[in-house]
């Protein structure tokens, strides 16, 4: 199967969510011209998951509620609101939310401090704290925390529940904090109860071995979820062999507490709402993102949609909203859940029908099924979110962390949270990741080494900032009078202090009959200053439609030249004096050698499409041909122009390239004109005559036997981007006719390649396996930058 995976959703097209996944011939929607469109549907999957997530939600809803000391109701309520009204109004559709684990400490101190029903109202507040949050766009910003920050303060989170929920598991009650839980912990050793502890561990086991039953049997069994499985049995077990054990006890909803308006100290209610918001919507925000990862790789099933990316600012409006109705409710604090979402996802949901159904079974279990509930016994649950808690500690959130040497900051942070609280947890951590940046920031290491033929090299590794400086002018001026010195710069930012230093000590260098070569880590020449009479200017600004002779010249004087050839001449100007001594000797050799580029690049001669950016390609890579509509005429097509052909037959039989790439791109005029007059029924123009090679890819996408290409697990945003992406899978084929092309590919000294370039998001996207263009779904898969060896290596 052949793949293009977005950074973002295209919320920039004016087509409507019916049509854009709507084909070209496909007849419009609607009875007799009027449109219609069923607002919520409930397909098989949709179903099969809400009742899983529903299994997994009772229990540990009402264990949220026992570990927090709340009314078990209000467990209930909590993950009924969180399945209807986020998953209405959410914007991520399958993120289950409900009661969550890392909202337990902050509640349950909240509860201690205040009592229940203020803090009701303290989630009421932090309800319109994250919907404000959502409406100033700022769900996007959140996600700029560090990752060694929310990790560590979920683990924080984490230890903390499963200390509280351990007492309980042991037949005790919890205390007010970790720190006195720990310290609690040998005195309720040595006050065990028979019952509690036992039921605990059988809940324990059968949460471990239950997804690892053996044989057809397991298999079968495996389909229930385990967090049911474990509190069932232990639910049996404790009628028959514990009948006086401590169980649930939910009250008549007559006495249902409800929230009253919170009162104490202004700056205490202050920080407890900003601690419930930061808790929830860092919970929400990562679930979600999570959540579409795992959609993105499930298989794609014919006839589904799929589930749209994450609207994050709608889904914290989302989350808000709810939180405000489970605090009007009487109901515990509401985020988006790892655990539910993930099941959800993995039993086949594809709807946020599945979430809202999820939230009505809740609904109807907490009115019809009481009685049954009240079986269960609280240490089981204790045993539940005890396991929870234990799995908020990921050790490969520790590998990574530690991989990126952030390990200091995830520790301090899990500390922070467990000693001291939740805010003061995240306070600290940030406080010490600020300190580390700065610290690395600092860090440079400079060193010299002297060749054999003579060559003095200076090796700076990490930030050149006038911090290193002294060191750096000390260890320059060591460097002998005359001679040939190379510095080699090993980082990503230097400041202005360190760009003069270096400079003055160059230019005196060179004026003393030296030379100076100043070079990145893998050895390649980098640009010299632009000298002060052009310093308004750099070789990139003219894709900023910024030209400095416009900017500094005075009015045109009559037969003066035109601004397009001054435009022309200035950038030529530019070249010489800054990029030409770069590449002289480069073009000598090649000029010495000729040319032997190791591909042939197809692509459209859109003026946006700059072949060798994108690549990141120089003199004598690539061998370029551009047309409009990156077209290949077929053999024997045809056509007045057989200038495609000829490029191909000279550089497959002559150049002997390696590989050949055809690029697309987004917003292709040649596509758009292609839909909008088919080039077959145009009038006979150059232009039209021309575009009639782009027919088959026309053809080929209206067709019922081709499936439409897809972006990396979605589908095009609209048909011109569809009409892109097939254009570029038909052209492939158009390729493979050629003899000498066909012949290369059966000796397999020649690879060919699709590709696709979104122009707006500056994302460059691979067809997946080319040589598999003819199955039934094509995919463009996102080309991800690979620099994280250099930042560890800048770390160090």
């Not at 004096?577 to 000729?594: F, H, Q, S």
């Not at 003899?739 to 996207?765: D, I, K, N, P």
Request: charged fraction near 15%; charge should be positive.
């Amino acid at each position: 199967m052949t793949a293009c995976v977005p950074t973002r959703p295209d919320h920039t097209s004016r087509t409507t969510r019916a049509s854009r996944f709507q084909r070209p011939h496909s007849p419009p929607s609607g009875d007799g011209g009027k449109h219609h469109r069923a607002r919520f549907k409930i397909a098989g999957g949709d179903l099969a998951a809400s009742l899983t997530v529903f299994l997994i939600a009772v229990p540990m809803s009402l264990g949220l509620a026992v570990a927090i000391d709340a009314p078990l109701a209000a467990g209930l309520i909590g993950a009924a609101v969180g399945g209807i009204v986020v998953g209405l109004l959410g914007g991520t559709p399958l993120l289950v939310s409900g009661p969550s684990a890392g909202l337990t400490v902050v509640t349950a101190g909240l509860i201690q401090r205040y009592g229940w029903r203020t803090t009701c109202g303290i989630v009421i507040c932090a309800g319109l704290v994250q919907i404000l949050l959502g409406s100033l766009k700022a769900a996007r910003n959140a996600l700029a925390v560090s990752p060694a920050i929310v990790h560590g303060t979920l683990a924080g989170i984490g230890v903390a529940i499963a200390l509280a929920q351990l007492h309980i598991v042991l037949g005790g009650s919890p205390e007010s904090s970790a720190v006195d839980n720990a310290l609690a912990l040998p005195e309720q050793l040595a006050n065990l109860g028979p019952a509690a502890p036992l039921i605990g561990i059988l809940t324990i086991a059968v949460l471990i071995l239950w997804p690892r039953l053996p044989g057809r049997t397991g298999k079968f069994l495996r389909k229930t979820p385990a967090a049911l499985a474990s509190v069932a049995i232990a639910t049996a077990v404790a009628a028959v062999a514990a009948p006086s054990i401590t169980r649930v006890d939910l009250p008549s909803w007559s006495s249902h507490a409800l929230p009253e308006i919170p009162q104490g100290p202004v700056l205490a209610l202050i920080a407890a709402v900003l601690t419930v918001t930061l808790v929830a919507s860092l919970e929400s925000l990562l679930s979600a993102v999570a959540v579409d990862k795992l959609a993105a790789e499930r298989p794609a099933v014919p006839g589904v949609p799929p589930v749209p990316r994450s609207d994050l600012d709608r889904e914290l409006r989302g989350q808000g909203i709810s939180n405000m109705v489970s605090g009007l409710l009487g109901g515990l604090p509401i985020s988006g859940g790892a655990v539910r979402s993930t099941a959800n996802v993995r039993t086949g949901a594809v709807s946020r029908a599945a979430t809202v159904l999820h939230g009505v079974w809740v609904l109807l279990a907490s009115a019809l099924l009481v009685g049954v509930l009240e079986w269960i016994p609280l240490a089981a649950l204790a045993a539940l979110v005890m396991m929870v808690g234990i799995q908020m500690v990921s050790f490969a959130h520790i590998r990574n962390v530690h991989r990126h040497r952030e390990f200091l900051v995830y520790v301090t942070t899990v500390a922070g949270v467990v000693l001291l609280g939740v805010l003061e947890g995240v306070a600290l951590g940030i406080a010490v990741a600020v300190a580390v940046a700065l610290h690395r920031l600092a860090k440079t290491r400079i060193v010299t080494e002297t060749t054999a033929d003579g060559v003095h090299h200076v090796r700076v590794r990490g930030q050149l900032t006038f911090l290193a400086v002294p060191r750096l002018t000390r260890t320059l001026g060591q460097v002998p009078q005359g001679s040939h010195a190379v510095v080699e710069l090993d980082g990503s930012f230097m400041d202005h202090a360190a760009y003069e230093a270096l400079q003055s000590w160059q230019d005196s260098h060179v004026a003393q009959g030296g030379k100076v070569e100043v070079t990145g880590r893998s050895g390649i020449r980098v640009a010299g200053p632009v000298t002060g009479a052009h310093t308004c200017c750099r070789p990139w600004t003219p894709w900023h439609n910024h030209h400095c002779d416009e900017h500094t010249a005075p009015a045109e004087a009559p037969g003066a030249r035109p601004a397009g050839t001054r435009q022309l001449a200035s950038g030529l100007s530019a070249f010489q004096r800054n990029t030409a001594p770069l590449v002289r000797d480069e073009l000598a050799r090649l000029a010495r050698e000729g040319q032997s580029p190791s591909q042939l690049f197809l692509t459209c001669a859109d003026s946006r499409l700059v072949t060798s950016m994108i690549t990141s390609s120089g003199p004598g890579d690539l061998f370029t041909v551009r047309n409009v509509g990156n077209l290949v005429p077929p053999p024997g097509a045809e056509s007045t122009d057989d200038s495609v052909a000829a490029a191909i037959e000279y550089a497959v039989d002559v150049l002997k390239v390696a590989s050949i790439t055809i690029c697309g791109h987004s917003g292709c005029g040649a596509m758009q004109a292609l839909l909008n007059s088919p080039a077959e029924n145009a009038e006979s123009t150059p232009l039209r005559r021309w575009l009639r090679h782009g027919a088959p890819s026309l053809s080929r996408m209206r067709s019922r036997h081709h499936s439409w290409a897809r972006i990396s697990g979605r589908l095009p945003t609209d048909v011109v981007e569809q009409l892109c992406l097939t254009n570029v899978v038909q052209q492939l084929e158009h390729l493979r006719q050629h003899e000498s092309v066909r012949r290369r590919l059966a000796e397999g000294t020649l690879e060919l390649h699709g590709m696709y370039f979104h122009v707006g998001e500056a994302q460059a996207y691979l067809l997946v396996d080319g040589a598999r263009i003819g199955e039934t779904s094509e995919v463009f898969d996102r080309v991800v930058p690979s620099s994280h060896t250099q930042r560890e290596d800048l770390s160090a």
